[in-house]
């Protein structure tokens, strides 16, 4: 009996459907592409682990608000500065370069201004890393997404071949470029720092992500 009505069910709402087209033909297709968009969103999440499907979620939350990308090559400090921002520990942070291969995104607050941050992978070229490619593809998406780019470099390291190459990338974007000397741990460095106005990116901001320092 039960699967008789469902049967039933299932027949009268497809004529209702089919029906529907006939006398309302475009508010109908726009329903039923809703309700399909709506069953493959919640497969696709569901195929997920449990920290892509946040990091998905996040970015739908945060596509419409205010944007910043923070770009470098590896193991500047990049994570943990997107961790000090959004104050989580989102992102991965270790000592070993590479670590962080995709786009993370965060909310932070400034003013009581509510903005998204970007997390990226270090950009590389010239590598042996089999996911360079794929790093640079998601550094690049993650450009075209922001609104403003913090440049990240290491104090410690100065200006090496890798920044340089990062400078190339940047300087095919007409959006704002903020450069950040992360890693300025002391006076020596703050005063070393001045190097990095050689990139010709203008001023650049002096911080400790590690610490705090600088980021507000």
């Not at 965060?106 to 003013?111: A, L, M, R, Y």
């Not at 941050?117 to 042996?128: A, E, F, L, Q």
């Not at 390291?157 to 990338?169: Q, Y």
């Not at 002391?186 to 990095?196: G, I, P, R, W, Y």
Request: proline share 2%; glycine share 8%; hydrophobic share 40%.
């Amino acid at each position: 009996e039960l699967t008789i009505n469902t049967l039933k069910n299932s027949w009268l709402s497809l004529m209702g459907l089919l029906i529907s087209f006939v006398i309302f033909p475009a508010a109908t297709q726009l329903i039923f592409v809703s309700y399909l968009s709506a069953i493959w969103g919640v497969i696709y999440l569901s195929s997920k682990p449990n920290n892509e499907m946040l990091n998905l979620y996040l970015a739908f939350k945060v596509y419409n608000m205010f944007q910043i990308v923070l770009v470098g090559r590896p193991n500047v400090g990049k994570s943990t500065l997107f961790n000090r921002l959004t104050e989580s520990r989102q992102a991965i942070t270790h000592e070993q370069s590479g670590v962080t291969r995709d786009r993370h995104y965060g909310k932070s607050e400034w003013g009581g201004k509510e903005f998204s941050v970007i997390d990226t992978g270090g950009y590389i070229t010239g590598s042996d890393d089999v996911f360079e490619g794929e790093i640079r593809k998601q550094v690049e998406l993650a450009i075209d997404e922001a609104n403003v780019i913090l440049f990240v470099v290491d104090a410690r390291d100065g200006i090496t071949e890798m920044d340089s190459a990062v400078v190339k990338l940047l300087r095919k974007t007409a959006k704002k470029v903020l450069v950040v000397a992360n890693k300025t741990d002391n006076s020596t460095l703050l005063e070393e720092a001045v190097e990095f106005y050689n990139l010709g990116m203008g001023d650049y901001f002096p911080i400790s992500s590690m610490s705090g320092s600088g980021t507000g």
